[in-house]
Nanobody
Framework: QVQLTESGGGFVQAGGSLRLSCAASGRTFSSLNIGWFRQAHDKEREFVAAITRSAGVTYYADSVTGRFTISRDNAKNTVYLQIKSLKPEDTAIYYC??????????????????WGQGTQVTVSS
C-alpha cells in the first residue's frame, strides 16, 4: 500500500505562484512513478504532470507546459509541483497519484493505483 498526502494548495490571485507537495509512505518511494492530476468543478479529472521513478523523466499537459514544474526529492519521499503564472482556469482540486507500472502512458489515470485526497487551488481574476 501507498499513502499519499498533498499539501500547499490555497487561494491566490492570477499571476501568482504556489508549490504543491505530495508526500508518500508505505513503499520504496524511488520505485514509484508520480503524477499530478486536477479536477475542476463539473469537469473530468485531467492529467497535469508526471515524473518517472528512476530517471526522473517529466511529462506535462500542453496547457501547463512552461508554467508548471514537477520534481522529486527521493530522500524526502516527496514530489513537488511548482506552479507559476496562475490563471483562473487553473482552479481545481489537485491530486497526486502513484503508479508502479513498468510501462504505459503516465498521462492515463488507469495507470495509477494510489491517490491522495487532493488539495484545493483557487485562482481569482
Amino acid at each position: 500500500q501507498v499513502q499519499l498526502t498533498e499539501s500547499g494548495g490555497g487561494f491566490v490571485q492570477a499571476g501568482g505562484s504556489l508549490r504543491l507537495s505530495c508526500a508518500a509512505s508505505g513503499r520504496t518511494f524511488s520505485s514509484l512513478n508520480i503524477g499530478w492530476f486536477r479536477q475542476a468543478h463539473d469537469k473530468e479529472r485531467e492529467f497535469v504532470a508526471a515524473i518517472t521513478r528512476s530517471a526522473g523523466v517529466t511529462y506535462y499537459a500542453d496547457s501547463v507546459t512552461g508554467r508548471f514544474t514537477i520534481s522529486r526529492d527521493n530522500a524526502k519521499n516527496t514530489v513537488y509541483l511548482q506552479i507559476k503564472s496562475l490563471k483562473p482556469e487553473d482552479t481545481a482540486i489537485y491530486y497526486c497519484a502513484a503508479s508502479t507500472a513498468l510501462a504505459g502512458d503516465l498521462k492515463e489515470t488507469i495507470l495509477y493505483a494510489y491517490w491522495g485526497q487532493g488539495t484545493q487551488v483557487t485562482v481569482s481574476s
